[in-house]
């Protein structure tokens, strides 16, 4: 059957096509769905997971029936005699086509779905994607939890984490995954599903989609440029709140040890000129010691050995300008008071034989607060609002939301295998709900590592979780830059990360030159924030030494100079969707080569940042899209191309438009600083 149901959603034998982009073509030699049966074993660690799916059944079906109308296509798949499945694909009215499914017979447990493709076509997205960004020839599992250390089972660091504590990781484990990837074609496919997912893109002729359950439906839309592109899909999944102004006027500088520990750092900084915006304590709710090196109390109220009287110190900050910031996270300590009073009121998630559920942490254990329970999501809240909010802190950490296990008993009943890929947006939305009830939404800001469909609107800041303090390209300084580029195309784009790193394990320890080549590029982020790392003391901090505390200074300088630039690219990603941190060819769509670059980034429109992420380099290869160039500290100017580039510590390769608007910001910027 033939039909054309507007001038944008045709059918015809076998083939839906939308806005001119062929979305799939059917035939009985190459179906587009299946459905299959599969026994999921499941184990977590750490929050660590080994997923293994023994598939029992994989049938390919066929279509056995086609209704096309005005609105809409159903389409009826089947196989042999039966019909199994109904797919329907119309407009919604906002004329974006949107494809859902109907189980006929609901023993099912996996459906695959094959988009069509071309070989040339190239893939981005998928939430945070760090060791590649353009996903094209790889499958990517789709599931929250920790990303693993080193994450490149080829690295000796990783084969150690897998030996000592089944924690390496692999290429595509992370903090953030979602079901949305953006084509070359010009094209998005956002998925409203939280099961498990294997989005493969290896095949030159199609992309395979695999679900452990019904997607609710899959939502496309194409544009005519991929900035239109961007607009359209964070239309369509919302975008993050604005960030408080407060936080262009320096570092947040991540400090532990108590009061005096962190006020005798705080004036050595400031003493070197360095400029700060806020103090970031860990700590301000006590620690304690695992062999992985420093943790936290996780008992969510102020620590009156190490802080004592905090509430009046924070006032003492705040009138010397000087933010205090915190860490939370939805899990309490089973050792602590708090733990006993949420157990009394049945705020824990449970068993199977209805006792509390521990989760081990690394030698400790902590209950699960139920957030879909709704007197314990309110009394979490109570707790954000009340030991944190009403004593002066204007942001924090709000960390994990990976941990949740798949055998969990829940207080809604679902299904915690569902539930898993949910629970960063839970607790995204518990946190998003204790400051907007405070009325403190243009004040405070927390940052999450963990993140998932619909997280969007619910978290101001996102950070790329615990990179490894070195210079690997899959878990150090460089994984932060497709990380930001993938999650950018994902909706986030306002994110950062650990100024350093933040994993020191297995031989890898922090050296003074990796932190001052870090802490360079967090003078191009949309905040900047340092990490002491999770063993402060066996690896350099800033504090200690003159050099680098200069270094910090004039990078520093150069974040708070460029605040005009980034208020403006901000409220870019506000109206419109657009990450501050940007692919090459999001403007440059005819330059072939920019497709590739996952290493550079454009910070807005009109500035190109390529980070120095190796070792001991005093030059840099640079590539250039289509412009007039302006290498920031020479004054030099360049056109398209590859460009080895003088990058001394203290001058990252960095170039402006000399078209830009804010050219003479930079021009004026590039005069102070090119002799530094």
């Not at 800001?445 to 619910?458: D, T």
């Not at 590739?596 to 190796?614: K, T």
Request: net charge negative; glycine share 8%; charged share 20%.
């Amino acid at each position: 059957m033939t039909a054309t149901l507007t001038k944008r959603l045709t059918y015809d034998d076998g083939q839906l096509t939308y806005n001119n982009q062929l979305i799939f073509s059917h035939t009985d030699a190459s179906p587009i769905l299946f459905l299959g049966h599969g026994a999921a074993d499941i184990d977590m660690y750490r929050g660590n997971f080994d997923i293994n799916d023994q598939i029992t059944t994989k049938i390919p079906l066929f279509v056995t029936d086609a209704d096309v109308t005005e609105e809409q296509v159903e389409l009826a798949f089947g196989f042999r005699t039966q019909t199994y499945l109904k797919l329907i694909a119309q407009l919604d009215h906002q004329q974006r086509l949107v494809v859902t499914f109907k189980l006929l017979q609901p023993d099912w447990n996996r459906l695959w779905v094959r988009l069509n493709a071309v070989a040339t076509e190239k893939i981005y997205g998928c939430g945070e994607q760090l060791s590649y960004f353009n996903l094209r020839g790889r499958h990517f599992p789709l599931w929250t939890s920790e990303p693993g250390v080193g994450r490149n089972k080829r690295t000796l660091t990783t084969q150690l984490a897998d030996y000592s504590d089944h924690a390496g990781g692999n290429y595509y484990t992370t903090n953030y995954p979602q079901g949305t990837f953006i084509s070359s074609a010009k094209y998005y496919c956002h998925t409203d599903s939280s099961y498990y997912a294997d989005f493969d893109f290896s095949n030159p002729t199609y992309h395979e989609l695999q679900f452990w359950g019904m997607p609710t439906a899959l939502t496309i839309e194409t544009a005519a440029t991929f900035v239109k592109l961007i607009e359209e899909l964070t239309n369509l999944i919302g975008r993050q709140p604005k960030l408080p102004d407060w936080i262009n006027d320096g570092v947040m500088l991540g400090v532990q040890g108590g009061t005096n520990r962190v006020q005798t750092i705080t004036d050595r900084l400031q003493e070197k000129n360095v400029k700060l915006a806020a103090l970031w304590c860990q700590d301000w709710q006590g620690i304690r010691m695992t062999s992985f090196g420093k943790r936290l109390m996780w008992e969510w109220q102020a620590d009156s050995k190490l802080y004592p009287q905090l509430t009046e110190q924070i006032k003492t900050w705040q009138h010397n300008d000087l933010r205090f910031l915190a860490y939370i996270n939805p899990y309490i300590a089973s050792d602590t008071s708090m733990f006993a009073n949420a157990a009394k009121h049945g705020y824990f998630a449970k068993t199977d034989r209805g006792d509390i559920y521990l989760v081990d942490f690394g030698e400790f254990d902590c209950g699960v607060v139920d957030l879909t329970n709704p007197a314990a999501f309110e009394w979490f809240k109570s707790v954000i609002k009340t030991n944190l909010i009403d004593i002066g802190i204007t942001g924090w950490m709000a960390d994990f939301g990976e941990y949740l296990p798949t055998d969990v008993v829940l207080f809604d009943q679902s299904d915690p295998l569902e539930m898993h890929n949910q629970w960063p947006k839970l607790w995204a939305k518990c946190n998003y709900e204790a400051v907007q009830e405070a009325g403190k939404g243009d004040e405070i800001v927390y940052f999450m590592r963990a993140g998932a469909n619909g997280s969007q609107p619910y978290t101001p800041l996102l950070w790329a979780g615990d990179q490894s303090v070195n210079w690997s390209l899959d878990d150090g300084l460089a994984s932060t830059i497709p990380a930001a580029l993938s999650a950018g195309m994902s909706g986030f784009g306002l994110s950062h990360s650990d100024i350093g790193g933040y994993t020191s394990l297995h031989g890898n320890i922090r050296s003074k030159e990796l932190f001052m080549r870090w802490a360079e590029m967090g003078s191009f982020l949309p905040v900047m924030r340092t990490h002491e790392g999770n063993r402060p003391a066996e690896n350099f901090q800033v504090y200690d030494d003159d050099e680098a505390m200069t270094h910090f200074a004039h990078c520093s300088d150069i974040f708070v100079a460029l605040k005009p630039y980034r208020q403006a690219i901000m409220k870019e990603y506000q109206e419109h969707g657009l990450p501050m941190q940007r692919p090459l060819f999001m403007h440059y769509e005819n330059d072939a080569h920019a497709y590739d670059i996952q290493y550079e980034y454009l910070f807005g429109r009109d500035l190109l940042v390529a980070p120095v992420y190796q070792a001991q380099q005093s030059q840099w290869i640079v590539y250039l899209p289509d412009d007039e160039w302006v290498h920031l500290w020479s004054g030099q100017t360049f056109g398209a191309g590859q460009h080895r580039i003088n990058a001394p510590l203290g001058q990252p390769p960095v170039f402006f438009r000399r078209q830009s608007k804010y050219a003479q910001l930079f021009e004026q910027f590039n005069e102070k600083n090119r002799n530094i």
